[in-house]
């Protein structure tokens, strides 16, 4: 089986792979969600039990699934591809879970094992159990419902062309945040965002192949235009209702929101995202008080997992620290610094009775390792992973689940840590095909990281090679990483006869707050200069690299920088694979572009210079265009209007059309290789 083919019927060589983790605070147990195999994409629910270390599967076996419309989006949003169980929650002791599946709703009792399917009144989107166990919420029809212990359902919020307890699209696909309800503790009163979405454009995603199909509706925030109206209610069961109180126009954005023992805690932020703030609320009255203001002279960016209170009643918080030589992210407890500056937080992985379980990076961008951060004044961190890779975890209590991968690893390995020992959780995955060896350096005097990917059978000197760039190249799109799932399309890329090169230019995460966000209102030109700067580099380095044969190749932000590349770079990329590419910024979410390239009424050069529109004419190297007909992230609207630009201006260009793909796109490898064997003459 080629490596297409099977990446295809293993879903990215996702299928069998573990997700979704939740640690029981008690340590008794995991919760996590995988398929039976590496073939079945239905993923259902699975417990270990400890401190046995044994795996049982919660309810029968998983085989159909039909996702709600709301239930769909929201695993676009979270690029989840795999069907059977999107998600789950449980209550407080883990003692029980629902959730739903082809929108009939679940309930899970994970000491017996036993399965319930409950009457609902409608099709059933999130539905969360509040932390007592007894009462279960779920969206229906953009209408947020209460089932009791006896059977009653109740209508707790909803109205027409508005919805309760689902996050809007600029939540979901650039905040991180995909939820829109919270439960208190006690199980009495739920935090709930209402969503309308009535000011905003009405976008069309039709379906070609079909002509007798109604096209899909959503309702997308373009820059400049209005965002949703998203506002905050406590909600009793018993039909109390208080209003959430902050400057909403101001702070436009709810980026975050949790309700813990100490009260709920939201984080806000302005539209530009220059400044937010971590507001606690009284649910009583509704009235909310700054506990802490977040600033940054270009955007306010916390570490995942961050703002959120602690155990002794502080709020842990992120921030950067770009002075007096520093260009540091740390992490902070009420003002007080908890991580050193050569310490790179990325991800807060949970909450242990010592501290907290923090994935970070030291030194190395391409290396994650957990660390066990204390909540005591002047403590260092400690290191809890050795082995060279990327690792991250879940934990509570005195349990974590550390999830490793390396250049090493066939797949990822998954491990439960326990203070009497460890247990290994099955990944049922396919193996990867290749054991990718990229030659990893730091070029050039802005030390861009960057891999060199060659034919397995390649012998140095031997012969010059056809260069193949593929990267992203942008925001939160980091490519090199010491992890081999990274690099199995490229090594499969490699042995068809190219070196394939990655470059991490100014802007991906992972090095300093300020190499993230030099690019402020000026991606455009660093994006693209730091490829052709990192490629001259690597070429010194790699004398088989044939600079004269160079190909581009990326996805999204990286179609954009593509298609840029050979339309403005036409003496360095020859030609260019532009998938799901952005080629109008003003096509765009508000949340993304206005982040790094201000307002359009402020900033209309910015806006311009990033359009790729009006250079149709400049063409004049091979470009291959695709996208999904289904992407409602960067519409098809961007591939068409270019190519009927570049139809204009006469220029040709191929242009691939995927029915029914989404921006996660669909498997078109065997196409793209032939357009750059025929442009090559390979």
């Known amino acids: 089986m080629d490596f297409p083919e099977l990446a295809a019927r293993t879903h990215g060589f996702s299928s069998g792979t573990p997700r979704a983790v939740t640690v029981s605070a008690d340590g008794s147990r995991v919760v996590f969600l995988r398929s039976t195999g590496a073939t079945d994409p239905y993923d259902q629910l699975w417990i270990m039990d400890l401190p046995a270390g044994t795996e049982r599967r919660i309810g029968p076996r998983v085989t159909e699934d039909t996702p709600t419309p709301a239930e769909a989006a929201l695993r676009d949003r979270l690029r989840l591809s795999a069907k059977g169980i999107g998600g789950y929650s449980t209550d407080a002791d883990t003692l029980h879970a629902v959730y739903a599946l082809s929108g009939r709703l679940y309930r899970a009792d994970l000491t017996t094992g036993e399965v319930t399917r409950l009457a609902t009144a409608g099709p059933v989107t999130d539905p969360r159990l509040d932390p007592t166990g007894r009462r279960i919420a779920y969206v229906t029809d953009g209408q947020l419902r209460v089932l009791h212990p006896d059977g009653t359902d109740v209508l707790l919020a909803g109205e027409e062309r508005v919805t309760w307890g689902l996050a809007e699209f600029a939540a979901a696909e650039e905040f991180g945040r995909s939820r829109g309800y919270w439960w208190a503790p006690d199980g009495e009163r739920l935090l709930v965002a209402r969503v309308d979405e009535s000011r905003l454009?009405?976008?069309?995603?039709?379906?070609?192949?079909?002509?007798?199909?109604?096209?899909?509706?959503?309702?997308?925030?373009?820059?400049?235009?209005?965002?949703?109206?998203?506002?905050?209610?406590?909600?009793?069961?018993?039909?109390?209702?208080?209003?959430?109180?902050?400057?909403?126009?101001?702070?436009?954005?709810?980026?975050?929101?949790?309700?813990?023992?100490?009260?709920?805690?939201?984080?806000?932020?302005?539209?530009?995202?220059?400044?937010?703030?971590?507001?606690?609320?009284?649910?009583?009255?509704?009235?909310?008080?700054?506990?802490?203001?977040?600033?940054?002279?270009?955007?306010?960016?916390?570490?995942?997992?961050?703002?959120?209170?602690?155990?002794?009643g502080r709020v842990l918080l992120s921030g950067e620290l770009v002075r007096d030589g520093l260009d540091a992210r740390c992490l902070f407890a009420d003002g007080a610094l908890l991580t050193p500056p050569a310490l790179y937080?990325?991800?807060?992985?949970?909450?242990?009775?010592?501290?907290?379980?923090?994935?970070?990076?030291?030194?190395?961008?391409?290396?994650?390792?957990?660390?066990?951060?204390?909540?005591?004044?002047?403590?260092?961190?400690?290191?809890?992973?050795?082995?060279?890779?990327?690792?991250?975890?879940?934990?509570?209590?005195?349990?974590?689940?550390?999830?490793?991968?390396?250049?090493?690893?066939?797949?990822?390995?998954?491990?439960?840590?326990?203070?009497?020992?460890?247990?290994?959780?099955?990944?049922?995955?396919?193996?990867?095909?290749?054991?990718?060896?990229?030659?990893?350096?730091?070029?050039?005097?802005?030390?861009?990281?960057?891999?060199?990917?060659?034919?397995?059978?390649?012998?140095?000197?031997?012969?010059?090679?056809?260069?193949?760039v593929n990267s992203y190249g942008g925001p939160s799109g980091q490519m090199v990483r010491a992890s081999r799932d990274f690099w199995q399309e490229r090594q499969w890329w490699a042995e068809q006869g190219f070196a394939v090169v990655t470059i991490d230019g100014r802007g991906t995460p992972g090095c300093s707050p300020q190499y993230e966000k030099i690019i402020h209102h000026r991606l455009a030109d660093i994006a693209l200069a730091d490829q052709c700067d990192a490629l001259a580099a690597l070429a010194a380095k790699h004398p088989d690299l044939d600079l004269d044969r160079v190909a581009i190749r990326g996805w999204s932000f990286g179609g954009w920088l593509a298609a840029a590349a050979v339309l403005r770079r036409p003496e360095v990329f020859h030609a260019a694979i532009a998938g799901a590419p952005v080629t109008d910024w003003l096509l765009t979410d508000t949340a993304f572009t206005e982040r790094y390239l201000g307002l359009p009424e402020e900033q209309p050069e910015v806006y311009a210079r990033h359009s790729l529109l009006d250079e149709a004419g400049a063409l004049t190297r091979p470009l291959l265009l695709i996208h999904g007909l289904a992407d409602d992230n960067v519409h098809v609207a961007h591939t068409l209007q270019f190519s009927a630009a570049l139809t204009a201006a006469g220029r040709p260009h191929s242009v691939i059309p995927l029915v029914g793909a989404t921006h996660m796109g669909l498997g078109t490898l065997p196409l793209e290789l032939d357009f750059l064997k025929k442009t090559f003459n390979l």
């Open 201 to 312: 454009p009405r976008w069309l995603l039709s379906d070609p192949s079909d002509p007798t199909a109604e096209p899909r509706v959503t309702r997308h925030p373009v820059p400049g235009g209005d965002n949703a109206q998203v506002s905050l209610h406590v909600l009793d069961l018993d039909g109390g209702w208080v209003d959430v109180h902050w400057d909403r126009v101001a702070y436009p954005y709810l980026v975050a929101a949790e309700w813990g023992a100490a009260g709920p805690l939201v984080t806000v932020l302005r539209r530009l995202q220059q400044h937010g703030l971590a507001l606690t609320i009284d649910p009583r009255t509704g009235e909310t008080q700054v506990h802490a203001e977040l600033s940054d002279p270009h955007w306010v960016e916390p570490v995942p997992g961050t703002p959120a209170r602690l155990p002794d």
């Open 345 to 468: 937080p990325r991800r807060i992985c949970g909450l242990l009775d010592d501290g907290l379980l923090v994935a970070a990076s030291e030194g190395d961008p391409g290396e994650q390792h957990l660390y066990l951060v204390s909540l005591a004044p002047s403590t260092a961190p400690r290191r809890l992973t050795s082995a060279p890779g990327w690792h991250t975890g879940f934990a509570a209590g005195s349990t974590y689940v550390r999830v490793s991968t390396s250049l090493d690893h066939a797949r990822s390995e998954w491990t439960v840590v326990t203070p009497t020992g460890e247990h290994g959780i099955g990944n049922l995955a396919a193996e990867y095909p290749y054991a990718a060896r990229p030659a990893l350096a730091r070029v050039t005097d802005r030390e861009i990281p960057t891999s060199v990917l060659y034919p397995t059978a390649h012998v140095t000197g031997q012969r010059r090679l056809p260069v193949l």
